[in-house]
């Protein structure tokens, strides 16, 4: 069964940039569009962007209104690792960050990553 883990959270600064990480293991992410969500105290999760899938290495890429210009989600099926490249955070960003995969549904998920935006 597929796994997914997150990693590369961590303590940032407003302004600054952070990069996650997100590997399956038991599967491949080369098939399926991919997604990350985010989940702040007291909120419900929230979509971030997603990814789809590059059979002929073309793939398309969509954000919420709130991350676009600044995240940017890029995949690589050799490592089989998805990636979240975040740029002028916010303190408004922190949460704890979710990759997931798609199969019609979401059906996967990673344990999560916590980020935090803070001076």
């Known amino acids: 069964q597929e796994q997914l883990v997150e990693s590369g959270g961590g303590l940032v600064q407003p302004g600054g940039s952070l990069k996650l990480s997100c590997t399956a293991s038991g599967g491949s992410v080369r098939l399926y569009t991919m997604g990350w969500f985010r989940q702040a105290p007291g909120k419900e999760r929230e979509f971030v962007g997603s990814i789809t899938s590059s059979r002929n290495s073309v793939y398309y890429t969509h954000y919420a209104d709130s991350v676009k210009g600044r995240f940017t989600i890029s995949r690589d099926n050799a490592k089989n690792t998805v990636y979240l490249q975040m740029t002028s955070l916010k303190p408004e960003d922190t949460a704890v960050y979710y990759c997931?995969?798609?199969?019609?549904?979401?059906?996967?998920w990673g344990q999560g990553t916590q980020v935090t935006v803070s001076s």
């Open positions: 997931a995969r798609n199969v019609g549904t979401w059906d996967t």
